[in-house]
């Protein structure tokens, strides 16, 4: 049923999660689901949906560089600046659903507990970067960190953050959870060991009860 009060903005929906937990298989699904309803989508991920975020995503994960935990997150901060822009914001204005392959609560979980910067200064930061724009709802899929690198090491070569040692992805993890445990009307937090199609389901169910009000 289409609701009679039409919101000025679409849905903004985030994936989350530690390497390996799935994300892009997920959001597969979701899209397949989107467009089988007929509903207006953009698809976009961090670091990344920009020429510039395209840029910053090579050098962010660039194996062969070292990059102090300040800079990594301002380098982020940038992207993620002209992702809302460009991207986000426009697409929310078209009252599409907008799908991002993570935003800023990875550089909450990555550089806050993984990298151990001030959990202050990096909200209020992204707060001017995003103009204080944040997801309707995160998709957190947690999974621990053992099995997640080994499920991005047969993906082929580590990334720079994937390279990172066992006790920093511990950390993102836990840090994942505290953050979800922090906004839980926000995430919805799932096991990234059950089978993909129950995952596929549960998220379909929980952003299928926030669409009709987008339907025309």
């Known amino acids: 049923m289409v609701s009679s009060s039409q919101p000025e903005t679409g849905l903004f929906i985030s994936f989350e999660g530690p390497e390996g937990a799935g994300k892009s298989t997920q959001i597969a699904r979701l899209l ?21 975020g395209t840029r910053v995503r090579d050098v962010l994960l660039d194996p062969e560089l070292t990059i102090d935990p300040l800079p990594e997150f301002l380098l982020y901060s940038a992207s993620r600046a002209q992702l809302v822009t460009n991207v986000i914001r426009p697409a929310l ?17 990555y550089q806050g507990f993984g990298r151990g910067l001030n959990a202050g200064l990096l909200r209020g930061i992204t707060a001017a970067a995003t103009g204080g724009l944040w997801p309707d709802l995160t998709v957190l ?40 445990e922090a906004e839980a009307e926000r995430f919805l937090v799932l096991d990234a060991t059950l089978d993909e199609t129950d995952l596929e389901k ?8 926030r669409l009709p009000v987008l339907k025309i």
Do not use: M, N
């Open 32 to 52: 397949r689901h989107l467009e089988s309803e007929s509903v207006p989508y953009t698809v976009t991920r961090e670091p990344g949906g920009t020429p510039l």
């Open 93 to 109: 204005g078209r009252r599409e659903v907008v799908v991002c392959d993570r935003y800023a609560d990875s550089s909450l979980a």
């Open 202 to 209: 549960t998220i379909w169910e929980a952003i299928q009860s």
């Open 141 to 180: 899929l947690d999974l621990d960190s053992v099995i997640g690198l080994e499920r991005a090491a047969r993906r082929g070569q580590p990334d720079r953050l994937e390279q990172a040692d066992l006790t920093f992805h511990q950390r993102l993890r836990q840090g994942f959870l505290k953050l979800a």
